[in-house]
């Protein structure tokens, strides 16, 4: 069993850059896939990224490619998501997760574990 615990959010300007961590318990980090996932305010939450076990292997959705990068530092047991060029759309609570085995996914099903979310604020 993993633990996930998010930080790094808070309010920011439109333009500007925010990275989330993602920090995991447990000595087997490097045997889960990785994602992360928001919810707005009034909406579904949904997927932004994923990274396989290795980090080899990445994953975005369409509104955050060229702005978001994620990656991890299985050492360190933590997995981060850089995110540059914030728009006030990107407001919402963003949520990391973790999945067995190597596959990444879109799919919030196929994980397995969840954080507890950090507030990422953007202002026009």
């Known amino acids: 069993q993993v633990q996930l615990v998010e930080s790094g959010g808070g309010l920011v300007q439109a333009g500007g850059s925010l990275r989330l961590s993602c920090a995991a318990s447990?000595?087997?980090?490097?045997?889960?896939?990785m994602g992360w996932f928001r919810q707005a305010p009034g909406k579904e939450r949904e997927f932004v990224s994923a990274?396989?076990?290795?980090?080899?292997?990445?994953d975005y959705a369409d509104s955050v490619k060229g702005r978001f990068a994620i990656s991890r530092d299985n050492a360190k047991n933590t997995v981060y998501l850089q995110m540059n060029s914030l728009k006030p759309e990107d407001t919402a609570v963003y949520y990391c997760a973790a999945r067995t085995g190597n596959l990444i996914g879109r799919t919030q099903g196929w994980y397995d574990y969840w954080g507890q979310g950090t507030q990422v604020t953007v202002s026009s």
């Open positions: 990274i396989s076990r290795s980090g080899g292997s990445t």
């Open positions: 447990g000595r087997t980090f490097s045997s889960y896939a």
